[in-house]
């Protein structure tokens, strides 16, 4: 299984809803990330977990809130956030941090803050 | 730090070959090809590590020219298959491990 899963694909929210987006992955990946991709841009990157640790983030507002509950699971809670937000958000995983392997990308989830 | 690639875009007839480039001013511990179609994820294409290696992957190949500091993605005899947006993403070594990408190359292979 070479899969990341993203779930919801598309959500709409307002801006003082809160609401989490979800990523699974079951290759024993130790490295997870979450990208954000403005359209017609490359994907930004966010956060990166390693380990299940916050490894890396990447100066993003307190408005995205990252989580990883344990090795399969990677979640991102939203809250309050603009409408300058709405973008795809895409996870990913690979081997390990530090190995220099492939990347292994979800379909992401489009997000629309009205 | 964002490696730079060229062309921006480019546009091709079936059966053309394409070459896309991407550089660094910093020194670059890998380079990662992915290719991206409309709506859809960055798919994995190769990776090149130091060491000038040079890989393929059917009619795909890429270099790495480790003295240089750059990446060329070679596409022969294009297939309608090929259009979609290519991203070199580079690998920095050192107490910060993650990728970042270019800006992108959207290539159109008409027919």
């Known amino acids: 299984d070479t899969e990341v899963t993203q779930t919801p694909k598309h959500l709409v929210m307002g801006m003082t809803n809160k609401k989490s987006l979800k990523c699974e992955q079951h290759m024993g990946h130790r490295a997870m990330y979450w990208y954000k991709q403005k359209a017609k841009k490359p994907p930004e990157l966010m956060f990166v977990?390693?380990?299940?640790?916050?490894?890396i983030n990447e100066s993003v507002p307190s408005r995205f809130s990252p989580e990883c509950p344990n090795s399969s699971l990677l979640n991102l809670h939203l809250h309050a956030l603009q409408p300058e937000d709405s973008a795809l958000y895409l996870c990913?995983?690979?081997?390990?941090?530090?190995?220099?392997?492939?990347?292994?990308f979800g379909q992401g989830t489009r997000l629309t803050v009205v | 730090q964002q490696p730079v690639q060229s062309p921006q875009a480019v546009i091709l007839r079936e059966g053309e070959d394409a070459v896309i480039n991407c550089s660094s001013s910093?020194?670059?511990?890998?380079v990662h090809w992915y290719r991206q179609k409309h709506g859809e994820a960055p798919v994995f294409l190769m990776i090149l590590l130091k060491g000038g290696e040079q890989k393929g992957h059917e009619k795909i190949s890429a270099s790495f020219n480790e003295k240089k500091q750059q990446s060329s993605l070679y596409l022969t005899a294009s297939q309608l298959s090929y259009s979609g947006t290519y991203f070199c993403?580079?690998?920095?070594?050192?107490?910060?491990?993650?990728?970042?990408f270019g800006k992108g190359t959207l290539l159109t292979v008409n027919p």
């Open positions: 910093k020194a670059l511990y890998s």
């Open positions: 990913a995983s690979s081997r390990d941090q530090r190995t220099v392997t492939e990347a292994f």
């Open positions: 993403g580079s690998f920095y070594g050192g107490s910060n491990y993650k990728l970042t």
């Open positions: 977990y390693s380990y299940e640790k916050l490894s």
